[in-house]
């Protein structure tokens, strides 16, 4: 099955510098890449996705970066602001096949001091 | 648009006891999923409703895990007797596409965290 590995579990950054979580998989099979965010108290919402026929994907201060051969995705914000304090969980899944299922990471709890 | 809800959102329980979990989807979503995440430790998928029916529950780790979707709206999941073991956080998540999970996005609910002492 998949295995997904997510570094680190905590990060620790100062308002406005930039934050990077970064997650292997093992499975060549999965070629859908999701991060949630989840603050206290709150559904995990999905910020960002990425699938395997993309290597970048941008969404404001948010970007996701996709290596398929060396299995490694990462999720990278910058000018990180408090509200920006959460656990964020990176997943990876196939999409064909008759898998659905997500393999979630173990999680990163990012701090954001102001 | 309300969001995926979970009920209760703590729940605290002597070992031996029973618990039941709570997850109302967001309206329309056919598919309904649980997960748990231990202390620590990565998310895991549970079991998997399409509508009513159980698509896949490869997940539950034991029969003392019962889940169920009447009707195909809200879903409950019952652990009886609970262990000290069972303690963690358990998200529910739902979807609308059944045909096409390609572009299935999962919403998860804010979970339930479950202490068994």
């Known amino acids: 099955g998949e295995n997904v590995e997510q570094h680190p579990s905590t990060l620790s950054v100062q308002e406005g510098d930039s934050a990077v979580i970064k997650c292997t998989y093992s499975d060549s099979a999965s070629n859908y890449f999701p991060w949630y965010k989840q603050e206290l108290g709150k559904g995990s919402q999905l910020i960002i996705d990425?699938?395997?026929?993309?290597g970048e994907k941008k969404d404001q201060r948010i970007a996701v970066t996709l290596n398929k051969t060396a299995k490694h995705f990462s999720l990278h914000i910058t000018e990180t602001q408090p509200e920006d304090s959460a656990v964020y969980f990176c997943a990876a899944r196939p999409t064909s096949g008759g898998s659905y299922i997500p393999t979630f990471g173990r999680g990163t709890s990012l701090i954001v001091h102001p | 648009e309300a969001g995926v809800t979970q009920f209760p959102s703590h729940s605290v329980i002597e070992k031996g006891q029973t618990v039941t979990l709570r997850c109302d989807p967001i309206s329309g979503h056919d598919n309904l999923y649980w997960y748990r995440r231990v202390m620590g430790k990565e998310i895991k998928f549970l079991l998997h409703?399409?509508?009513?029916?159980?698509?896949?529950e490869s997940g539950m780790p034991n029969n003392r895990f019962l889940a169920e979707r009447t009707g195909g709206t809200y879903s409950t999941l019952k652990v009886q007797p609970a262990e000290l073991e069972d303690s963690g956080v358990y998200f529910c998540?739902?979807?609308?596409?059944?045909?096409?999970?390609?572009?299935?996005?999962?919403?998860f609910g804010p979970g339930t965290r479950l202490t068994v002492l």
């Open positions: 990425i699938r395997s026929n993309v």
């Open positions: 998540a739902s979807s609308q596409r059944y045909t096409d999970y390609s572009t299935d996005t999962q919403y």
């Open positions: 409703f399409v509508k009513e029916s159980k698509q896949d």
